[in-house]
């Protein structure tokens, strides 16, 4: 597809099990960013990937978020022990690089649910 | 350490009329904003972008203004129309070193026909 892919759309878990969520960025941007979105906020930066630079890691909530990005493509957002404040919107978005403006594109995001 | 602020939640407008949606923010070293639309269940789109060494870009109905002295930029919609209700999220990027970009808490649009 032409857009930023997120996979699954919606999550339901139970408390104090890992989770996996899944990004598929446009085809050749070598930027890639999490977000999360709780009911009635805004959106929280987590982690950025640009190229083989070293990922900026400085907005992950605890030890229990990890994310990677393999061959510079696909990434994974993986929660352990989820918990019930996890719940929220995961976005993932996708930009060509760091030129000017660097808009970023959005996929739909993944709705986690933590019961 | 919220560097990024939208300080209205809301704001409602009649139709036909001026949208003016605000954004503040701390961090000096931003070298480009942006304006994000968002519709319920969707991802975030981009609208307008601004450098930080411009003082207004105009795109169709939506012009945003900065004040870099105020360390203020505003989304300006004209003539608003009900297809722009949505929640405006306001972003900058932390230097040209880095594509980071930092959002606000957005402002939810209501334009009412």
């Known amino acids: 597809g032409a857009g930023v892919s997120q996979s699954p759309s919606n999550k339901v878990t139970e408390k104090g099990k890992d989770v996996e969520l899944r990004c598929d960025p446009i085809s050749g941007h070598t930027a890639l960013y999490w977000y999360r979105q709780s009911l009635g906020q805004g959106l929280e930066f987590l982690i950025y990937?640009?190229?083989?630079?070293?990922?900026?890691k400085s907005g992950l909530p605890s030890d229990r978020f990890s994310a990677e990005r393999t061959g510079g493509s696909v990434s994974t957002l993986t929660i352990q022990r989820t918990q019930q404040e996890d719940s929220a919107v995961y976005l993932c978005?996708?930009?060509?690089?760091?030129?000017?403006?660097?808009?970023?594109?959005f996929g739909q995001g993944t709705r986690l649910t933590v019961v | 350490d919220q560097q990024v602020k939208q300080n209205s939640p809301s704001l409602s407008v009649q139709e036909g009329r001026i949208s003016i949606l605000n954004c503040d923010y701390t961090n000096s070293m931003f070298d480009y904003f942006l304006w994000y639309k968002k519709y319920p269940a969707e991802g975030p789109t981009f609208l307008i972008s601004?450098?930080?060494?411009?003082d207004k870009n105009e795109d169709g109905r939506f012009t945003v203004f900065l004040n870099k002295s105020a360390k203020h930029l505003s989304l300006h919609i004209v003539p608003s129309q009900p297809g722009d209700s949505a929640v405006y999220f306001c972003?900058?990027?932390?230097?040209?070193?880095?594509?980071?970009?930092?959002f606000g808490q957005g402002t939810t649009l209501q334009v009412k026909p």
């Open positions: 990937f640009q190229g083989n630079s070293a990922p900026d």
């Open positions: 978005a996708s930009s060509p690089g760091t030129g000017p403006p660097n808009e970023a594109f």
């Open positions: 601004i450098s930080s060494i411009k």
């Open positions: 972003a900058a990027r932390g230097s040209s070193n880095t594509g980071k970009l930092i």
